[in-house]
């Protein structure tokens, strides 16, 4: 029994310590930021990293993601005869909640496990302690511009996919089952406000943005650099920060709306 | 004991040095002196904290008892910026070579340059390919470090290590897994590059008798303290019989061949129960 408690409160400070050391890290990628900026062709290297290899998927995604909208919100509307808000309430759908937590999900997935396993194999290679003997800092060099480029990336991609979301709830809404194309587009533009729809939108992606890359690049930094420690770094960025994307969606949806 | 140190001058200064991972106790109060302009080589059992040792000897980690002196400086004790101004004037070569991945072998040289200095791109690719030249892999300098063999990407680290012009450099297991060709090449460049440049080499290696041929000096570190010091040829002399079991490989004597086990025929007919 004590033996349960011990490994309970272990399990525990284990917890807290990694949470610490993230915090740390953060930091400390923070106050590199400076040094990072100095090397901005670093910065355009991981945005296409991330952010351009994430776009294909990103758009595909938000084309179905729309289109699957635009059936099932049809026929659910068609019952009250409100077809005609079909475009408010795909565009509603995608700029409020779906842009942001899908677009995050899968860059977690696509882009966040990609900066661990590489981030992990620059420790398990001794890349990172050989830039630090060279007297090169890895924060300026390597995390910071990571951060940077998801912290882009990610309210650009989840803008993408919300527009792509719209453009294929007119394809299936209007061009397939007959909704009013004036009728979509104007009961989209009088239901979507600036602040409170686009603008609550952006600061999600852009906390989720912040987020994933934060426990990407951290899972990579922390891993144990062997090939195991590195798979299971992986496997960690991806559980986590899909976790924390929803998690944390809940929380800013009951703040914002 | 350290014949050649005591009257020439120190370039590593490693004074009652404790370190720990965890629970287990790496240096318990290790004393060693590392002669300037010589080749000196640190050997010992593989897990001993070699690898550690250079880590801290470059400042990577912290002792937590004792002190590493650099050229008349306390590597601990040095703020991050001063830390970075001595890393400059050490090179370090890794066990794998430590090549960034993402960039070919002529910005992987050029890189230490082009982080450090302001010189004119025309000036870095002189130096590049000089260095490049005196490791044998001018050839080489278009290919990433993924199309190397091993023993290249160490030579290519090497040229790396001695861009800045550095006045010591360090070598992680340089031998390790090098073939005999790639092995000779590797001694010759260690044993030229000290001599031409005026260096202070060190070398981590369990590979004995070729680190022994190349080296002026010999450490040997073992349960984190050192065993025994002193030239190749004072050291085939010892009188230890630890020293010589570990410098001819001997497969039993004061190290058991077997890790200490219960009774084998105890074992083996007593106990079927519990395997
Ligand atoms: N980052 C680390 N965390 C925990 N233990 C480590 C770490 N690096 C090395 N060790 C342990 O420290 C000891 C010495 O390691 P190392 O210096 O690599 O030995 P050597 O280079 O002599 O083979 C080993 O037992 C190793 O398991
Ligand atoms: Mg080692």
Redesign the pocket.
């Known amino acids: 029994m004590t033996n349960w408690f011990q490994r309970f409160g272990a399990a525990w400070i284990t917890v807290f310590e990694r949470l610490g050391r993230a915090h740390l890290f953060m930091l400390q990628m923070l106050l590199a930021l400076p040094g990072t900026f100095r090397r901005f062709g670093l910065i355009v290297k991981q945005l296409f990293a991330t952010g351009v290899m994430t776009l294909a998927i990103i758009l595909v995604a938000g084309l179905f993601v729309g289109m699957v909208l635009a059936l099932q919100g049809y026929n659910t509307l068609v019952g009250f005869g409100a077809e005609e808000s079909l475009g408010a309430l795909v565009a509603l759908t995608l700029v409020r909640e779906l842009g942001p937590v899908v677009t995050g999900l899968l860059f977690a997935g696509r882009a966040g496990s990609a900066m661990t396993a590489e981030i992990g194999l620059m420790k398990a290679t001794e890349q990172l302690s050989g830039l630090e003997m060279m007297a090169v800092d890895p924060f300026q060099r390597v995390f910071s511009p990571r951060m940077i480029a998801g912290f882009i990336a990610l309210p650009a991609l989840a803008a993408m996919f919300s527009a792509v979301g719209v453009l294929g709830g007119h394809l299936v809404g209007v061009e397939l089952l007959g909704v009013d194309a004036g009728a979509y587009w104007s009961q989209m533009q009088s239901a979507v406000g600036f602040e409170h729809d686009v603008l609550n939108g952006l600061i999600k992606s852009v906390v989720f943005g912040f987020v994933v890359c934060w426990i990407a690049i951290f899972e990579g930094a922390d891993c144990i ?1 062997t090939s195991e420690g590195v798979s299971s770094a992986t496997t960690r960025t991806v559980v986590y920060s899909s976790l924390a994307v929803l998690g944390l969606d809940f929380l800013l949806t009951a703040l914002m709306f | 004991m350290n014949t050649i140190t005591e009257n020439g001058s120190t370039l590593v200064r490693i004074k009652d040095l404790h370190f720990q ?2 629970p ?1 106790r ?1 240096f318990r109060g290790l004393n060693a002196n590392i002669p300037r302009g010589q080749i000196t080589t640190i050997m ?10 250079l ?1 801290l000897i470059g400042g990577q980690i912290k002792p937590s008892q004792g002190s590493i002196e650099v050229d008349g400086l306390n590597v601990a004790s040095l703020g991050r910026s001063d830390l970075f101004a001595l890393r400059k004037r050490m090179g370090m070569l890794f066990q794998s070579g430590a090549l960034l991945t993402d960039l070919t072998v002529f910005d992987n040289v050029a890189f230490p340059l082009r982080e450090h200095t302001k010189l004119p791109e025309s000036l870095v690719r002189h130096l590049v390919l000089m260095r490049l030249h005196a490791v044998g892999l001018r050839g080489a300098k278009n290919l990433f470090p993924a199309e190397l063999s091993g023993g290249m990407a160490r030579r290519v680290a090497l040229a790396r290590a001695l861009v800045l012009d550095p006045m010591m450099i360090m070598y ?2 340089p031998f390790t897994g090098q073939d005999p060709i790639s092995m000779g090449m590797l001694l010759e460049l260690i044993k030229t590059v000290n001599n031409a440049l005026q260096l202070t080499s060190i070398i ?1 290696s369990h590979d004995i008798q070729e680190a022994m041929s190349i080296s002026d000096y010999v450490i040997i570190v073992s349960d984190g303290v050192v065993v025994e010091a002193g030239s190749p040829a004072q050291l085939k002399g010892s009188t230890s019989e630890w020293v010589q079991q570990f410098l001819n490989g001997l497969a039993d004597g004061p190290v058991p061949f077997q890790l200490a086990a219960p009774d084998y025929a105890d074992e083996l007919f007593n106990s079927a129960g519990d395997a």
């Open positions: 650099p | 991972r965890g287990k790496i010992g059992p593989s897990g001993t904290g070699k690898t550690t040792l880590k992680d297991e981590v």
